[in-house]
């Protein structure tokens, strides 16, 4: 007997997967994935919507352009969004942030009935290494098949010198800093490849997060990082540039102090740790290497977002909504 939550059903490991999906072989060689029409459209729907540090390795002959202001591009909100159609990964396309604009929150298609998924991340952090590992299969499985968004936010919280924000009770912050600035450099080497080569994005977010347990104390060298991210097929002369000059490490450490006094939820507090991840506007509350926690919480989720959804559009067609299954149950 399937234990799915009701409005779903359990693929062939045990992972809930809309009923009226089918998993086919994705093009990008990992798990298979669900696709369907209505999560295509709200995929759709959701591209035209966006479109209204070094350390001493660079080479000393190179001739750099100046360094870029505002923001990458494909990250207006400080963030990138991955969306999934038809088993392929892809970056929503964005304009770039312009010097001294404030970003642009991300808008949301919970009424089409995709989740949110939002990951704020220093990868340095162990939490946000703990999480891939365990979950991000089933996070992939999810947005290659058109049910989710994941927007990833890198973030230099953990580095020597980064403005943390203070408890409001006075206590000493829970994030110990650490030496050197690899946070911001590889979370600009994150924007890089995003503004250049965003069909690499999701696996070299993905390389980052799987290197973090073998860190070595100040991080990777650059060339170290460069050898990363080609590795994750990101191979491009502008991508190497934009890494080796360090273009977006600047920028890594002025989207960390925006997140610090404020990110666009309602009820989520200013980011103050490492890693804080938020599914349909609400921070996680399972354990971090539980899959089957992040499952029960992507399902609920999912079945709450879905009713929502129905019971909208009945009421917009004039009808009186039907009664909705409690989600999960």
């Keep these: 007997m399937s234990n799915a939550p009701r409005g779903t059903t359990a693929d062939q490991d045990g992972r809930a997967v809309p009923a009226d999906r089918r998993r086919t072989p994705t093009s990008r060689g990992r798990r298979a994935a669900m696709g369907v ?8 729907a959701l591209a035209s919507a966006c479109d209204s540090g070094t350390d001493g390795t660079d080479d000393p002959t190179s001739s750099p352009a100046a360094a870029p202001t505002g923001g990458p591009a494909n990250m207006l909100s400080d963030g990138a969004v991955f969306v999934g159609q038809s088993g392929a990964i892809s970056v929503r396309p964005t304009a770039a942030l312009a010097e001294g604009a404030k970003p642009v929150a991300t808008q949301t298609l919970r009424d089409g009935g995709l989740i949110d998924v939002v990951l704020y991340l220093d990868y340095r952090s162990p939490e946000a290494a703990t999480f ?10 999810w947005l290659s098949g058109g049910h989710v968004t994941f927007e990833v936010h890198p973030v230099a919280v953990l580095d020597e010198g980064t403005s943390t924000t203070a408890p409001a009770d006075g206590s000493t912050p829970a994030v110990t800093p650490q030496p050197g600035d690899y946070s911001a450099r590889a979370a600009g080497a994150f924007a890089c490849v995003a503004a250049s080569d965003p069909d690499h994005a999701y696996d070299v977010n993905a390389a980052l997060l799987e290197a973090q347990p073998d860190l070595p104390e100040e991080g990777l060298t650059t060339d170290a990082l460069l050898e990363l991210v080609a590795g994750a097929g990101a191979t491009g002369d502008d991508v190497a540039s934009c890494i080796r000059h360090g273009d977006w490490t600047d920028w890594a450490a002025q989207a960390t102090a925006r997140a610090q006094e404020s990110v666009p939820f309602d009820n989520v507090p200013a980011l103050d740790v490492p890693m804080r ?5 609400v921070p996680y509350p399972g354990e971090l290497d539980s899959g089957q926690q992040f499952f029960t919480f992507m399902a609920q989720t999912y079945n709450g977002i879905m009713a929502a959804a129905q019971q909208k559009a009945l009421e917009n067609q004039g009808g009186a909504p039907s009664p909705t299954a409690t989600p999960g149950g």
């Excluded at 029409?37 to 759709?44: D, E």
């Excluded at 991840?277 to 506007?281: E, H, N, R, T």
């Design 37 to 44: 029409a209505a999560a295509a459209v709200a995929v759709l």
């Design 132 to 141: 891939w590992s365990t979950s991000s299969p089933m996070l992939e499985e």
């Design 277 to 281: 991840l938020l599914i349909g506007g």
